[in-house]
């Protein structure tokens, strides 16, 4: 009889304990959050890391559930891990429970804005300095709705549900068909500080990307959340940096190399970045920038080579040097090997850029100075402009003329 309530009393504290286990389970399980896409303009970029360098993993749709196990800051950005090497950035996530979505949008909301720029994709900023792009781009005509807005050094900026920043100057109010509206062909400046804080951004992370691969494989070109024509980097270009251009086209190649192979690098990286917005392309440089800014709008297509009907990253490159008399090879590993390696910091109109590692490359691109450079992105979008940012830094770049 003591042993029958012995078994009794043991299996009761063992039930306890069990009880006790799956509460403790039930309440790590609550812990995660679970998230609703909303980019609504193309696939959104899963990465395998939220560091520079990171390759794609996957992409998502709009309206896609996921479930958001952990964050993390990156570059004052708050990143989502959906999983083991899986991250998207926050502002292409909107966290909280699906059945909470209907209640979070913003159909009350009375103010809209369309964009009106027709020759690209207009900005979103991550706030009203200019200095962030959130890597969300808005094509002519799209339609965002709009929760708050500012009005800083003359200029009114809208913020989008997204949580991004557009200025006035690209966008029309409370008018999506654009009715009796004239298209905006020529990028209007935003303000000084965007110019400023955009340069600088190209230089900060550069010299670490040139030097240190990432191991990727051949994929399609990543992140709608990073590329497209970016036009307040129009206005990029200080008149300061005109008298280092000067200097520099002075300096022989033979003794820029021979600088580049010796310890004094690090002094030749700090006086580049001066330099590399003012250059102008000449004779073939010219013809490869021309030849790709004439495929802006084609559609981009996995493996294409067709000018006007479909090209991938690499296509578009290998197209823009073939109009210059220059042979590449089809795929972006093969035209590594085109020229000659040079740092992020002396980039010149013409130069082609790289993203992942040296032998390994999954995306590149035609740099056309002024901090841009003109691509084929991903899967359903198209052949556009993009200025280099954090966000979205080049691991690398070769000067083939």
């Given at each position: 009889m003591k042993k029958q309530k012995m078994t009794y009393l043991s299996s009761g504290m063992v039930g306890l304990a069990g009880l006790v286990l799956?509460?403790?389970?039930?309440?790590?399980?609550?812990?995660?959050?679970?998230?609703?896409?909303?980019?609504?303009?193309?696939?959104?970029?899963?990465?395998?890391?939220?560091?520079?360098?990171?390759?794609?993993?996957?992409?998502?749709?709009?309206?896609?559930?996921?479930?958001?196990?952990?964050?993390?800051?990156?570059?004052?950005q708050t990143w989502?891990?959906?999983?083991?090497?899986?991250?998207v950035s926050s502002q292409f996530i909107t966290a909280g429970d699906a059945t909470a979505q209907p209640a979070a949008t913003t159909t009350a909301v009375k103010n809209t804005v369309t964009a009106n720029f027709q020759s690209g994709a207009t900005t979103v900023w991550a706030d009203t300095t200019a200095a962030q792009p959130t890597g969300e781009y808005l094509t002519y005509g799209t339609t965002k709705n709009v929760i708050d807005q500012k009005d800083l050094n003359g200029t009114t900026w809208y913020q989008l549900e997204s949580k991004g920043w557009v200025p006035a100057s690209y966008v029309v109010l409370n008018n999506p068909n654009l009715d009796g509206v004239t298209p905006i062909t020529n990028a209007p400046?935003?303000?000084?500080?965007?110019?400023?804080?955009?340069?600088?951004?190209?230089?900060?992370?550069?010299?670490?990307?040139?030097?240190?691969?990432?191991?990727?494989?051949?994929?399609?070109a990543p992140a709608a959340t990073t590329e497209a024509t970016t036009p307040a980097a129009t206005t990029s270009t200080p008149a300061a940096t005109t008298q280092p251009a000067q200097t520099q086209t002075t300096t022989t190649q033979s003794s820029q190399q021979t600088t580049q192979a010796t310890t004094t690098q690090a002094t030749t990286t700090q006086q580049a970045p001066q330099t590399n917005t003012t250059t102008k392309a000449s004779g073939n440089a010219q013809t490869v920038i021309n030849a790709a800014l004439s495929q802006i709008g084609?559609?981009?297509?996995?493996?294409?080579?067709t000018p006007g009907v479909g090209l991938d990253c690499s296509g578009l490159v290998q197209y823009a040097y073939a109009q210059a008399g220059v042979s590449l090879g089809r795929v972006t590993t093969a035209q590594e090997g085109a020229g000659q390696r040079v740092s992020l910091d002396?980039?010149?109109?013409?130069?082609?850029?790289?993203?992942?590692?040296?032998?390994?490359?999954?995306?590149?691109?035609?740099?056309?100075?002024?901090?841009?450079?003109?691509?084929a992105p991903q899967p359903g979008e198209s052949v556009k402009k993009a200025s280099i940012s954090s966000y979205f830094m080049p691991s690398f770049a070769v000067r083939v003329l």
């Open positions: 799956m509460g403790l389970q039930t309440n790590d399980a609550q812990a995660a959050t679970n998230g609703t896409v909303n980019y609504a303009d193309g696939a959104t970029t899963v990465w395998t890391s939220p560091e520079v360098g990171q390759k794609p993993a996957r992409y998502l749709a709009t309206n896609q559930q996921v479930t958001i196990q952990d964050t993390k800051q990156v570059y004052g989502y891990k959906l999983g083991n090497d899986e991250w400046a935003v303000t000084p500080v965007a110019a400023t804080t955009t340069t600088t951004e190209v230089q900060a992370p550069a010299a670490p990307q040139a030097t240190t691969p990432a191991p990727a494989t051949e994929t399609p084609t559609p981009y297509v996995w493996g294409g080579t002396n980039l010149q109109p013409g130069d082609i850029l790289f993203w992942g590692g040296a032998g390994a490359s999954y995306h590149d691109a035609i740099y056309i100075g002024g901090g841009q450079y003109v691509h």
